[in-house]
């Protein structure tokens, strides 16, 4: 399903904190000077630009250490270092031999190119123009999120949640991205993309499997209610052969893939 989200709509659930991190600003009276001309700049183009949300729900397992659609496998990487238990993200899926059906989700959300584009000719311009499509593209997901849980997929229609409860994610279920610590191996857009078609919101790969347009966000939905974040760390060579052997790719490559995780 796509979602396609105007601007003054997605305001509300822009997580302002990551925006004053990345200007590296501190002071109070700077961070109200900063949301004030963000705000002004975001009215100025609200008629020219969009965000996207792109997602699909499917029936799905755990088998072993890879989630298992009906005709994809999404192969996944565990914990190796410090203390039990090593976590997983398919160990919040019933497994493949409980013979019940699980859920599981998958997105995809961007903006349009021309935010990153646009402001060439102003180098304040352009950075504030790149830092907000970030914002709107985090904040397309918390909106996609949202819907999906309370009406889509449905498993907290009566979630009664403000948006500074949803950024500080005291909803159900977790929303892992791809990139980050608990799925660090960015060539799994490709996955991704083979089950969305990440081009109906105008993203592209890289051979390497990140986003163009930069602002994009994509990853894994999951219900379980005692899903969590957690941070892979470093994997022994051991389990790099596994993956490989489950990506169907050569091991040196994905070796380039996970070199910070090695």
Same mark, same amino acid.
């Given at each position: 399903m796509k979602i396609v989200f105007d601007i003054p709509s997605l305001i509300p659930y822009v997580n302002w904190p990551y925006f004053y991190y990345a200007w590296q600003v501190k002071e109070e009276q700077e961070k109200i000077r900063l949301r004030t001309e963000a705000e002004v700049f975001l009215m100025k183009i609200e008629n020219r630009y969009q965000a996207y949300a792109l997602f699909e729900l499917f029936a799905a397992n755990a088998d072993g250490d890879d989630i298992v659609l009906d005709e994809h496998r999404i192969p996944l990487l565990r914990q190796q270092q410090g203390k039990p238990p090593y976590l997983c993200l398919s160990d919040f899926l019933r497994p493949i031999t409980s013979g019940i059906k699980d859920r599981v989700g998958v997105f995809a959300t961007s903006v349009d190119l021309g935010l990153e584009? &646009? /402001? =060439?000719f102003d180098p304040y311009q352009k +950075? +504030?123009? !790149?830092l907000l499509a970030d914002r709107l593209a985090e %904040? %397309?997901?918390?909106?996609?999120?949202e819907q999906v849980r309370k009406k889509y997929w449905g498993y907290a229609k &009566?979630? !009664?949640?403000?948006?500074p409860d949803m950024l500080i994610e005291k909803f159900q279920g977790i929303r892992p991205a791809i990139g980050y610590p608990s799925l660090p191996d960015t060539s799994l857009n490709f996955?991704?993309? &083979? @089950? @969305? &078609? @990440?081009?109906q919101i105008g993203i592209r790969l890289t051979e390497s499997g990140a986003m163009k347009p930069h602002?994009?966000?994509?990853?894994?939905?999951? %219900?379980?209610?005692? %899903?969590?974040? /957690?941070n892979l760390g470093k994997i022994?060579? =051991?389990q790099l052969r596994d993956y490989a052997r489950r990506r169907g790719l050569p091991i040196e490559v994905v070796r380039k893939f996970l070199a910070s995780n090695l």
């Amino acid at each position: 399903m796509k979602i396609v989200f105007d601007i003054p709509s997605l305001i509300p659930y822009v997580n302002w904190p990551y925006f004053y991190y990345a200007w590296q600003v501190k002071e109070e009276q700077e961070k109200i000077r900063l949301r004030t001309e963000a705000e002004v700049f975001l009215m100025k183009i609200e008629n020219r630009y969009q965000a996207y949300a792109l997602f699909e729900l499917f029936a799905a397992n755990a088998d072993g250490d890879d989630i298992v659609l009906d005709e994809h496998r999404i192969p996944l990487l565990r914990q190796q270092q410090g203390k039990p238990p090593y976590l997983c993200l398919s160990d919040f899926l019933r497994p493949i031999t409980s013979g019940i059906k699980d859920r599981v989700g998958v997105f995809a959300t961007s903006v349009d190119l021309g935010l990153e584009t &646009d /402001f =060439d000719f102003d180098p304040y311009q352009k +950075m +504030m123009a !790149q830092l907000l499509a970030d914002r709107l593209a985090e %904040a %397309a997901a918390e909106c996609m999120h949202e819907q999906v849980r309370k009406k889509y997929w449905g498993y907290a229609k &009566d979630e !009664q949640l403000s948006i500074p409860d949803m950024l500080i994610e005291k909803f159900q279920g977790i929303r892992p991205a791809i990139g980050y610590p608990s799925l660090p191996d960015t060539s799994l857009n490709f996955v991704l993309n &083979d @089950l @969305l &078609d @990440l081009r109906q919101i105008g993203i592209r790969l890289t051979e390497s499997g990140a986003m163009k347009p930069h602002a994009s966000v994509s990853g894994l939905m999951l %219900a379980h209610p005692k %899903a969590c974040y /957690f941070n892979l760390g470093k994997i022994g060579e =051991d389990q790099l052969r596994d993956y490989a052997r489950r990506r169907g790719l050569p091991i040196e490559v994905v070796r380039k893939f996970l070199a910070s995780n090695l």
